[in-house]
């Protein structure tokens, strides 16, 4: 590790046995989460604690299952139909592997910024419906039931009818275990989630669990991992990478944010493309031993910042700890309890399980309809098809709204150089003789046109209009329509008699402009770097009317 630039402090020996304790029955919990074998935790815990702590940049950043990417991957996994058990997790790794594939050809690409794709507001509605979803689907693992049904609503119906049935030893053990686990967590460098499963391993080694009828978690079959391709035909290829973009875009939002929030609070930097490469090797590599999903789960790398980490060595020193338990204790974690692995998965999520998260877009009345359909598609439609819904309509909407530009017209406050909205300053001054205008949103293809017939319609209820300023200050850049609503709009003034200005012109847009050269548009018409310079622009022909003594006349209009 001191080659690799990663000596050590004591505080990250310190750290690394803390989160060892609480990774490695995590990692067991999240398996069956996941709808996979228990020993694919383990190996994606190894492989993201190792790749990571090799490759990635966050100092805090534990890369490991999470509870999110694991229940992902068995919503996509159980939407393939008409396919054997076997092929089914073959899939599930055809997934992991293809989405750490999807990280590496992105990092390459220098695309840090794709986690953007999904609104904060879709992610936060996603978590809170998710984290019900997990904590509601633990509680058979507990009370010994099987639901008929995996949808939300007929699931949570099939647990109440089949109440009779309830091991209720099962489901006193959870509880009791939720509440160890609430008051151990005052203490952060307390390896809480291992003082649990060891008092559980141990009701189980005295045969209490026999006695209560409540099973444990069964054989951890390391040794039958191995490095292997899945055997997957080219149609099951094809449907693996359409489930995978979900997954690799769920996994890197939710990573980018927690290495994102830990590197603003201690002012360190963040460099997306190299932990979108370090997470992509993290996954190939848990892929090719048929592993799970990995990424920076909030809670883990919340631990390890508490318990004092300072460098990466934290979880590499983690991964050696791990290690070492596993081949010591693996008879042993054979033995957890089922109630237990429910008990840490549902303490693991409660974090999400936070309404006040969405009390903001309520008070700033913003995104309200984004949050709300995103936690109500995953009650109604599953994780996997919530999710993507919730995406689908918080970009429909972006698209309304941007496709809905509102043009202001602007006017000049208290005789300065400032022009603002007239209908929001009624204050504010029109020039004589000229239209001012500003495009409230960006122009693109699906309101330039719109924008621009609006700019046209009230030129023609102005008699006597003689210019036009148009502020392009929101505007970064114009596609191909947007030069073509453009030229339209030049064209038309100039059968009008009506000069055209540009303001506020970006240099993007100004080099775009040289390169189309749209006639009747010259450079002279979109010099001006402010509204006010390209005013003062048109009125000064006008003043040219001298009067005797060498006065100028001032101009009424232009």
Request: proline share 4%; glycine share 8%; hydrophobic share 55%.
């Amino acid at each position: 590790m001191t080659a690799l630039g990663l000596t050590p402090a004591r505080a990250d020996w310190v750290a690394g046995l803390s989160i060892a304790g609480l990774l490695l029955p995590e990692a067991v919990a999240y398996s069956g989460l996941a709808g996979a074998p228990p020993q694919a935790g383990v190996i994606a815990l190894f492989a993201g604690l190792l790749v990571y702590g090799l490759m990635g940049a966050s100092r805090f950043a534990i890369v490991s299952s999470t509870s999110s990417s694991a229940a992902v991957l068995l919503a996509a996994t159980s939407s393939v139909l008409s396919v054997s058990a076997e092929q089914r997790v073959l899939m599930g790794v055809g997934m992991v592997l293809v989405a750490g594939i999807m990280f590496v050809l992105a990092g390459l690409m220098r695309l840090g910024a794709i986690s953007q794709f999904i609104a904060k507001p879709v992610l936060r509605g996603f978590a809170i419906g998710l984290a019900l979803t997990i904590v509601v689907k633990q509680l058979p693992l507990a009370v010994g039931v099987h639901p008929a049904h995996s949808d939300f609503l007929h699931f949570g119906w099939d647990l109440l009818a089949q109440l009779p049935q309830w091991n209720f030893w099962g489901l006193a053990m959870l509880v009791a275990a939720l509440l160890a686990l609430k008051l151990l967590k005052r203490w952060k460098a307390m390896p809480a989630a291992l003082l649990v499963i060891a008092a559980g391993i141990a009701l189980d080694a005295l045969g209490y669990c026999r006695a209560w009828g409540i099973r444990p978690v069964g054989s951890l079959q390391l040794g039958s991992a191995h490095l292997a391709m899945p055997d997957l035909v080219w149609a099951d290829w094809l449907r693996v990478g359409q489930l995978a973009v979900a997954l690799a875009l769920i996994l890197y939002a939710e990573s980018y944010s927690s290495i994102r929030s830990l590197a603003l609070r201690h002012g360190d930097t963040v460099s997306a493309n190299r932990d979108l490469l370090a997470l992509g090797g993290a996954n190939i590599v848990s892929a090719l031993f048929q592993g799970l999903p990995v990424g920076a789960g909030f809670s883990a790398s919340s631990a390890n910042e508490v318990a004092g980490a300072q460098s990466r060595a934290a979880g590499l020193i983690a991964c050696a700890v791990v290690a070492l338990l596993v081949w010591q204790l693996l008879p042993w974690m054979e033995r957890i309890p089922d109630p237990m692995l429910a008990a840490i998965v549902m303490h693991a999520v409660g974090h999400s399980l936070n309404w006040r998260s969405l009390q903001p877009y309520f008070s700033w009345r913003r995104d309200r309809t984004v949050v709300l359909t995103a936690f109500a598609a995953v009650i109604v439609f599953g994780v996997l098809d919530g999710l993507l819904l919730a995406m689908v309509v918080s970009i429909v909407l972006l698209l309304k709204r941007m496709a809905q530009a509102r043009v202001s017209e602007l006017g000049r406050l208290a005789e300065g150089h400032d022009f603002v909205d007239r209908e929001r300053h009624p204050e504010a001054q029109p020039v004589a003789g000229m239209l001012i205008v500003r495009p409230e949103e960006r122009l693109f293809f699906g309101n330039a046109d719109a924008v621009m017939s609006d700019i046209s319609a009230r030129v023609r209820r102005r008699a006597g209009l003689q210019a036009v300023v148009l502020s392009l200050e929101e505007c970064p850049d114009l596609d191909s329509t947007s030069i073509e609503a453009l030229t339209e709009l030049v064209h038309e003034l100039a059968q009008a008699g009506v000069q055209l200005r540009l303001a506020r012109v970006k240099d993007n847009v100004r080099e775009l402009l040289q390169r189309v050269q749209i006639p009747g548009l010259s450079p002279d018409c979109y010099a001006a770097w402010s509204v006010d310079d390209a005013v003062r622009a048109l009125v000064q022909p006008a003043m040219a009317h001298q009067v005797p003594g060498g006065a100028t006349q001032p101009a009424s209009s232009i």
